[in-house]
């Protein structure tokens, strides 16, 4: 797939556990042959793997259940699950992705209760339904080529779960601290949606939450099944798809934990035509946005700073861009932090054709409403309207949704 990723959105309206997760792969196209025969690899006993298609809320989904007899319930730590994996036939990448999703746990479970990494035992995470609930998403992840994971703003359910602790409150301690980060909803169903095993494996392999990012065309939806029978239908809705290469994107809502720069050039010797060009080439190289603005040097001259917002590991490309391609001799670059709103589409009608509309929201509160120039002005170069006449008919239409 030259110049695109293939990734995968999660629609995590009913929360996300490992077996959903899981479910879904398996709906997408993973055999489930083969993860059995992969899973056949892991010196592990004790335990029927059970895979059936069910119906949650009119929606066909499948169900995940690993059931383990008394053999194979054990409490191990990091060092015995390390042991598993290593010793394995699985791959080397099946490996490395199933122990980072396990240490993630390890080091979240050391910080909730307070002692060093080595004496945490993982109780029911570390049984044998989780072992075989991480091995077969990293399995499929591989298989399937996934390059990454997306997912929607969490619901992770509300009231008080009963765990080896006594009661507390959802979302559990291990779940809250991998949810770090992550925005996420309790809403008003009085049960665990987010699992510590769903919670590891996004809080390691995903890349950002909120909307589908911008450039996704997905071409396949698959559903995972929780245990749950719910007012709502208790699935995980997962997205197989492809993304442009080039497509940067963060987490979608409030700060993100990326590195950003802002480099500058102040430039008052360079033909103005050619700025254009130079904008085009930082965008090629790299740049998230780049801006001009005119300022006065010294001895009263009029000039230009050219600016460049960008990822760190952009940072040598920009620099050559704007050495070989301005009179600049030299730039300056700082860090900063940056905050982005949610942001979603929907398509209104309006009578003489369809308009797409971007709405914006902060922590839960639209701030922008925006139909699309070149939608609107196509509709108006072919009616003879004023282009505003059409943009306010489509925010009008608009405003019903919000």
């Not at 559903?223 to 709502?232: H, M, R, S």
Request: a negative charge; glycine letters at 10%; charged letters at 25%.
């Amino acid at each position: 797939m030259d110049g695109k990723r293939k990734i995968i959105y999660l629609d995590c309206f009913a929360g996300i556990s490992g077996n959903m997760l899981l479910g879904a792969l398996i709906d997408i196209g993973a055999p489930e042959e083969l993860l059995r025969a992969e899973l056949a690899k892991l010196p592990v006993t004790g335990y029927e793997l059970s895979i059936t298609r069910v119906d949650k809320g009119g929606i066909s989904a499948l169900y995940l259940d690993v059931q383990v007899d008394d053999s194979g319930h054990h409490h191990r730590n990091l060092a015995d699950i390390v042991g598993i994996i290593d010793h394995s036939a699985l791959t080397p990448a099946v490996k490395e992705t199933s122990k980072r999703i396990f240490t993630r746990l390890a080091e979240v479970e050391a910080r909730v209760h307070g002692v060093p990494i080595d004496e945490i035992h993982f109780h029911e995470v570390g049984a044998v339904d989780s072992i075989v609930d991480i091995i077969g998403v990293a399995w499929t992840l591989d298989y399937l080529g996934v390059e990454q994971i997306y997912a929607s703003r969490l619901h992770v359910g509300s009231g008080f779960v009963k765990c080896c602790h006594g009661l507390i409150p959802v979302p559990a301690p291990a779940t809250a601290e991998l949810l770090r980060g992550i925005p996420f909803y309790q809403g008003d169903i009085a049960k665990e949606l987010v699992t510590p095993t769903g919670a590891a494996v996004l809080a390691t392999l995903g890349e950002g939450y909120g909307p589908m990012p911008d450039g996704f065309i997905s071409s396949q939806i698959g559903y995972g099944a929780g245990t749950w029978e719910l007012d709502i239908p208790n699935v995980l809705r997962l997205y197989l798809g492809e993304m442009p290469a080039d497509a940067i994107q963060g987490q979608i809502e409030g700060q993100e934990d990326k590195a950003y720069l802002v480099v500058e050039a102040n430039i008052d010797d360079q033909n103005p035509e050619l700025y254009s060009y130079i904008m085009e080439k930082l965008f090629d190289a790299g740049a998230l946005d780049v801006w001009l603005t005119p300022i006065i040097m010294k001895k009263g001259r009029p000039a230009t700073k050219l600016s460049a917002l960008l990822m760190e590991d952009c940072q040598a490309k920009i620099a050559e861009v704007i050495l070989e391609e301005t009179t600049s001799i030299g730039m300056r670059f700082y860090p900063v932090t940056r905050a982005v709103a949610n942001r979603e589409f929907i398509v209104v009608g309006l009578p003489w054709g369809d308009v797409k509309v971007k709405i914006s929201s902060y922590r839960g509160k639209i701030c922008n409403v925006a139909p699309e120039y070149e939608d609107c002005r196509k509709i108006a170069e072919e009616l003879g309207l004023p282009l505003k006449v059409i943009q306010h008919l489509a925010l009008k239409e608009a405003m019903s949704f919000c």
